[in-house]
């Protein structure tokens, strides 16, 4: 008894001596019971969502039931050695030295849509031309036309469809490539009350929110599939579109996804149905030997 007395007394001595509380010579490190578990379902949808940083797969956890911090995932992200997507720096282009701003910004649904083209090949070579078609207060993707070539007559019906389903809006932004700029679709749009916002040539950043909707699908979507057919291309498209606005989470709207109700896409009997949302990411499917067809007559 007085051995141990005097072994306490030592211990006290010698804590005062390094200034350091008795309390940590007897703390022992705890690691959570879900610690491991926490690790394997990050990894796994690290996995899945390869270009997603750790606040994305946060609200994924979320989703799937786990009550978990943003900074406890990164802790884990960064353990394990995950890579965090890089950032692009934003850049001040967007303003005049006079302090006027170069581009009318969006105030309300159907304020102002943006459209876009992306390409593509299929595995034989030959190019594939991609029609973007978004909101660009919501950041919903309103259409994703597919074709070989796409031409004026082909962009009417595309927004015809579009203004049928999700109404007309004030104003359309694009660039100023041929198919934009044609007199036929000019006056259409004249006839609908759709005014034309042409960017400066060479200014891609003032269409900003198509180009940023055009890096995610090229980076999500386009580099990591391979097309077999136009017809495949079509039902892919349309399946990550369906998964863009319903299931995404979208940084700026606060990590929800623009369009979260779910909504089913009528297709071509010999296709069926386009898959739901929770299918996708999907490996892909065999040509179903059909294209995809639009219930909806277009604007004349």
Known sequence: MEHAKQEGASERHACRLVHQPRGTQRYQPTQRNDED???RAIIALASQYGRYGYRRITIKLKEAGWNVGKDRVERIWRREGLKVPQQQRPRGRLWLNDGSCVRLRPERRSHVWS?????AFTHDGRTVRFLN???EYTRECLAIYVARRINRNQVIEVLADAMIQHGIPEYIRSDNGPE?????LRKWLARTGTATLYIEPGSPWE??????????????????EI?????EARVLAER???YYNTERPHSSLG???PAPAAFEIEVSPRCGKVESKERFPLSHTADCGGELSNSLSALH
């Not at 269409?207 to 990591?224: A, Q, T, V, W």
């Open 240 to 242: 990550w579109r369906v």
């Open 227 to 231: 097309f077999y057919s136009l017809n």
């Open 180 to 184: 934009f700029v044609a007199k036929e």
């Open 255 to 257: 990590y929800r996804p």
């Open 115 to 119: 459209y876009d083209f992306m390409s």
């Open 207 to 224: 269409n900003g929110y198509c180009e940023s909707f055009n890096s995610k699908m090229r980076d999500e979507f386009l580099n990591g």
């Open 37 to 39: 578990a926490l690790t």
């Open 133 to 135: 078609l978004i909101d």
